[in-house]
């Protein structure tokens, strides 16, 4: 290795110099990806758990609505558990994407507006159940988009 430094030997210690810098950059941009790449994924991951159980709550949700409505059972629906929905759909709608959460917002308010007209209001179950609808549509979208 000493045989590179010396000065008899120029066109090898700047081959060596090279290929050194090389390999450091290759290997410096090869970690970095991998660190990127593994963040990104995680990150996904928890959007698309966050997503999921999103929906499930959401046709949970709906689910009591129809009970209320076209029921009007209160052992399969209360607005009680109702409320309970619609503050974790909106707890998880900020894990998702801001647009899921704007929808989310706009569930809770038509919820606010209209659960107690709904056990004799259809505008009212359809209204709300068009806003569960919206935050479907806005979580399947971001489920689509992901990397």
Known sequence: MFDLL????????????????F?????????SYNVWRTEKTESNNNVREAAFGMLQELANLEQ???????D????????????VKIGL?????????PTVENKAVQLK?????????LAEDKQASDE??????????????MLKDLD
């Open 6 to 21: 010396d000065g008899n030997n120029s066109d090898r210690t700047k081959r060596f110099v090279v290929i050194s810098v």
């Open 23 to 31: 390999s450091f950059l290759f290997a410096f941009v090869g970690f």
């Open 64 to 70: 009591l609505v129809y009970a209320i409505h076209y």
């Open 72 to 83: 009007h059972s209160t052992e399969e629906g209360t607005p009680r558990n109702g409320w």
């Open 89 to 97: 759909i909106q707890d998880m709608s900020m894990l998702v994407a």
């Open 109 to 117: 308010e038509v919820w606010a507006k209209k659960w107690n007209l």
């Open 128 to 141: 709300i159940v068009h806003a569960i609808e919206e935050v479907r549509v806005e979580a399947r979208l």
